[in-house]
């Protein structure tokens, strides 16, 4: 098997969960999508094959300091004081939790490259591909592809663990992607490939 990270991207209670803050868009298109079962499912296939799992999560400080005022998306966090790291809201998902040893990748923009941790631990541990699912498709999941091939991981995106606001938008970006790595539903993927 390839060394492997499977990085669940923002599946954070704020964004998915069916009583946060985005529950009449995000937590709409998860729950008609299977999201959250499907992501559960390819979890506990990943941690079967021997896979690393990591999470990212999107937040900032209870004062924003990090959060960009211009920003069309994270002024809007800070207006509705959803994001904030160490509250329940950017908590991963219950049916999703990270197990001891898993990762926890913090951002505080869109991309799980950009100013984390990720890329130290993807050399760390000589990882040859990255397969990613999470919410927005259009994105944490375009970014993470786009950067991931661009840094020669092969990228995997399972298409049935991710969501958009809209099923348009996700299928835009997943069309997209398919420029950058391999799209394919979680239960057709080979984990031990």
Same mark, same amino acid.
């Given at each position: 098997?390839?060394? *492997?990270? +499977?990085?669940?991207?923002?599946?954070?209670?704020?964004?998915?969960?069916?009583?946060? +803050?985005?529950?009449? *868009?995000?937590?709409? =298109?998860? =729950?008609?999508?299977? #999201?959250?079962?499907?992501?559960?499912?390819?979890?506990?296939?990943?941690?079967?094959?021997?896979?690393?799992? &990591?999470?990212?999560?999107?937040?900032? %400080? !209870?004062?924003?300091?990090?959060?960009?005022?211009? %920003? !069309?998306?994270? %002024?809007?966090?800070?207006?509705? &004081?959803?994001? =904030?790291?160490? $509250?329940?809201? *950017?908590? #991963? @998902?219950?049916?999703?939790? !990270? =197990?001891?040893?898993?990762?926890?990748?913090?951002? /505080?923009?869109?991309?799980?490259?950009?100013?984390?941790?990720?890329?130290?631990?993807?050399?760390?541990?000589?990882?040859?591909?990255?397969?990613?699912?999470?919410?927005? $498709?259009?994105?944490? #999941? @375009?970014?993470?592809?786009?950067?991931? /091939?661009?840094?020669?991981?092969?990228?995997?995106?399972?298409?049935?663990?991710?969501?958009?606001?809209? !099923?348009?938008? /996700?299928? @835009?970006?997943?069309?997209?992607?398919?420029?950058?790595? $391999?799209? #394919?539903?979680?239960?057709?993927?080979?984990?031990?490939?």
């Amino acid at each position: 098997m390839k060394k *492997t990270l +499977f990085l669940v991207m923002d599946m954070m209670n704020d964004l998915v969960a069916e009583n946060g +803050f985005n529950a009449k *868009t995000y937590g709409v =298109q998860c =729950q008609e999508r299977g #999201v959250l079962p499907a992501t559960a499912a390819a979890i506990a296939a990943a941690r079967q094959a021997g896979a690393l799992v &990591g999470y990212v999560r999107v937040g900032f %400080s !209870p004062d924003y300091r990090e959060a960009p005022e211009v %920003s !069309p998306i994270f %002024s809007g966090a800070r207006k509705n &004081g959803i994001f =904030q790291f160490g $509250t329940w809201g *950017t908590e #991963v @998902h219950a049916d999703l939790a !990270p =197990q001891d040893g898993d990762f926890d990748i913090k951002k /505080h923009r869109v991309s799980p490259f950009y100013a984390t941790s990720l890329g130290a631990i993807l050399r760390a541990n000589k990882v040859e591909r990255i397969v990613m699912c999470g919410v927005s $498709t259009n994105g944490v #999941v @375009h970014s993470g592809a786009r950067e991931a /091939h661009d840094r020669d991981y092969e990228v995997v995106v399972l298409e049935d663990c991710c969501a958009g606001v809209t !099923p348009d938008e /996700h299928m @835009h970006a997943i069309a997209c992607m398919g420029r950058y790595g $391999t799209i #394919v539903d979680s239960t057709a993927f080979d984990w031990f490939a």
